[in-house]
């Protein structure tokens, strides 16, 4: 059971570059979220999903968009790369709407835009 | 607007004492609350959480309380281990369940 998977694990963007990190889930989980988390500070939640076809605004989406076509995908679009966006990118998923719930995170993507 | 609190960014104990890591939100709407340990290099995993119709939730070493009134959660760990060392996250959710919201993380070091 592989759980959350990302893909790159690292990659380095030139500022105004474009590119996709993937993320997908084996678990059937209809909640899916990416997260950011920069030097010192906690997890910002940058967009969520809680089903295929639905995904919603978290505390920091400027600059990102977000598909979910499948439920086991979840990819994360950054246009126009900036400095700004260096940062270590979460992917996670949960059940979701219940007690009880949690989150599982994937391992995440190290992102340098120089 | 940091809705969750770690004021405390790192923290070091002594192996077998008993770790006390601090957690604060200012929104009372929040009702449920989890712990993350993270690793370096890898994403956090879940530890234990708490709802808001408790006030304590306990699994072998680790207990989370809660206080309601104050806004406060703690997680104690005993007796603490040198694997313990590692950043630890509290998280909080409102009753619908689609938005975690992260504190910026207290990191443990256990000394053998």
């Known amino acids: 059971n592989a759980g959350v998977t990302q893909t790159p694990k690292f990659r380095i963007l030139k500022i105004g570059q474009s590119m996709t990190l993937q993320c997908a889930q084996d678990m059937n989980h209809n909640y899916m979220y990416w997260y950011r988390q920069d030097p010192g500070m906690g997890l910002k939640l940058i967009y969520y999903s809680v089903g295929a076809g639905i995904t919603d605004k978290g505390e920091v989406p400027n600059g990102y968009n977000v598909s979910r076509s499948t439920t086991e995908d979840f990819p994360l679009r950054l246009e126009l790369a900036a400095p700004s966006q260096t940062s270590v990118y979460f992917c996670a998923s949960s059940y979701g709407g219940s007690t009880g719930n949690t989150i599982y995170f994937g391992e995440g993507s190290w992102l340098t835009v120089v | ?112």
């Open chain 2, 1 to 112: 607007d940091q809705q969750v609190k770690q004021n405390s960014p790192s923290l070091s104990v002594q192996e077998g004492r008993i770790s006390i890591l601090n957690c604060d939100y200012t929104n009372s709407m929040f009702d449920y609350f989890l712990w993350y340990k993270k690793y370096p290099a890898e994403g956090p995993t879940f530890l234990i959480s708490i709802s808001s119709i408790k006030d304590k939730n306990e699994d072998g070493r680790f207990t989370v309380f809660l206080n309601k009134s104050a806004k406060h959660l703690s997680l104690h760990i005993v007796p603490s281990q040198p694997g313990d060392s590692a950043v630890y996250f509290c998280a909080a959710s409102k009753n619908n369940f689609n938005k975690f919201y992260f504190g910026s993380g207290t990191k443990l070091n256990v000394k053998p």
